[in-house]
């Protein structure tokens, strides 16, 4: 037989810590059976944590950690680029389309301007008709 190693070796944490309350219920009640593992699974991550804590062995990542990426960074930047492309595509689009929108509303306050200048102009003459 092995001689029984320390906790922090072997982070084993026993059914005695854990205790799934999973009585004669309702075989189909799939809902409540995975309650009862997900409260056995945080309880046994709580005390974990805690006999984590009270051996002295660090549990978090350090501030200045950086996990490598799965991606390359020439990667990521090719995607970075296509992403501001189409955005700046987008924007150019939009633009456009602004700029069209623009020109039919000052094509039509124009041909407006046109029509008032002909009916003044009509108002006049017919306004120097009648003086006459």
Same mark, same amino acid.
Request: aromatic share 8%; hydrophobic share 40%.
């Given at each position: 037989?092995?001689?029984?190693?320390?906790?922090?070796e072997t982070l084993v944490l026993d059914g005695d810590v854990?205790?799934?309350?999973?009585?004669?219920?309702? +075989?189909? /009640?799939? @809902?409540?059976? =995975?309650?009862?593992?997900?409260?056995?699974?945080?309880?046994?991550?709580?005390?974990?944590? *805690?006999?984590?804590?009270?051996?002295?062995?660090?549990?978090?990542?350090?501030?200045?950690?950086?996990?490598?990426?799965?991606?390359?960074?020439?990667?990521?930047?090719? +995607?970075? /680029?296509? @992403?501001?492309? =189409?955005?700046?595509?987008?924007?150019?689009?939009?633009?456009?389309?602004?700029?069209?929108? *623009?020109?039919?509303?000052?094509?039509?306050?124009?041909?407006?301007?046109?029509k008032e200048r002909a009916a003044a102009r009509r108002d006049?003459?017919?306004?120097?008709?009648? +003086?006459?």
């Amino acid at each position: 037989p092995t001689p029984a190693l320390p906790w922090p070796e072997t982070l084993v944490l026993d059914g005695d810590v854990v205790e799934l309350s999973l009585g004669p219920k309702d +075989v189909h /009640d799939d @809902l409540t059976r =995975e309650v009862a593992f997900y409260n056995g699974a945080l309880a046994a991550v709580k005390e974990g944590r *805690a006999r984590l804590l009270s051996h002295g062995v660090p549990y978090k990542r350090p501030l200045d950690y950086f996990a490598e990426m799965i991606k390359s960074d020439e990667h990521m930047q090719r +995607v970075k /680029d296509k @992403l501001e492309f =189409e955005s700046k595509k987008m924007a150019a689009f939009e633009q456009r389309k602004e700029r069209t929108k *623009a020109r039919k509303f000052a094509k039509e306050v124009q041909a407006e301007k046109l029509k008032e200048r002909a009916a003044a102009r009509r108002d006049y003459a017919d306004n120097v008709d009648a +003086v006459r």
